[in-house]
């Protein structure tokens, strides 16, 4: 089944403990991205790849890490969180045609840090 | 500012009604595209728009991508309770990849 999987789903953890979520497609696609929802603020990017090694800073990068060491995985680290990071986080990927790009999510990682 | 705006904000109608919602930005996109997400779950895509003046259909919501490339619609005829859930348009802009949202219109169909 072609799909994003994001782990861990849900995460609750301190201020300043580096923490890791994992995000992996099955699908082949060039593209992927890190985004975060909060409520009245809606979905914005924090980073985005357009290929292995090749990774761009989205809307609101501050404070995150990514790598592209292989096509499949897109990881995001925080390396010292703090509680403005507390937010639902989804990983899409998306095959890039023409200067667009259709993306698709995993089910995404609640995470609150105190 | 917000990039794409997105409107109403919330929209609660009865089953068999039909609605529109909008998509409105000052600049202009290389393509548009229309995500559903419903609770729990990260958002699904449903259509992507790249030509002015594009218009698609699926079953019965229908797309139409402005003449200038700087606004969109959804309208859905006889909605249903399954239509329920959070309509999220996004863009991308000349040649860039950043995928761009909207903040979403939150539809809720009543049976």
């Known amino acids: 089944e072609a799909q994003v999987t994001q782990n861990p789903r849900y995460l609750i953890t301190v201020t300043g403990k580096k923490l890791t979520v994992t995000c992996s497609q099955n699908?082949?696609?060039?593209?992927m991205s890190w985004y975060r929802q909060d409520p009245g603020l809606g979905l914005r990017q924090i980073y985005y790849?357009?290929?292995?090694?090749?990774?761009d800073k989205g809307d609101v990068p501050e404070g995150y890490k990514v790598s592209r060491k292989e096509k499949r995985n897109f990881p995001l680290i925080l390396e010292s969180p703090s509680p403005n990071q507390t937010s639902l986080y989804f990983c899409?990927?998306?095959?890039?045609?023409?200067?667009?790009?259709?993306?698709?999510f995993g089910q995404g990682t609640r995470l609150t840090v105190v | 500012t917000q990039l794409l705006e997105q409107s109403p904000q919330f929209l609660s109608i009865q089953e068999g009604e039909n609605l529109t919602v909008y998509c409105n930005s000052s600049?202009?996109?290389?393509?548009l595209q229309w995500y559903r997400q419903e609770p729990g779950e990260g958002p699904v895509l449903l259509v992507t728009?790249?030509?002015?003046?594009e218009v698609k259909k699926l079953k019965r919501l229908t797309f139409q991508f402005g003449d200038a490339r700087k606004d969109s619609s959804l309208h859905i005829t006889a909605a249903q309770p399954g239509d329920t859930g959070l309509y999220l348009c996004?863009?991308?802009?000349?040649?860039?990849?950043?995928?761009?949202f909207g903040k979403g219109t939150l539809l809720t169909v009543n049976p």
């Open positions: 996004a863009g991308h802009r000349g040649s860039n990849y950043k995928l761009t």
């Open positions: 699908m082949n696609h060039e593209y």
């Open positions: 790849s357009m290929n292995v090694e090749v990774t």
């Open positions: 899409a990927s998306g095959r890039s045609a023409g200067g667009w790009t259709e993306a698709f």
């Open positions: 728009v790249v030509t002015g003046g």
């Open positions: 600049s202009v996109f290389s393509s």
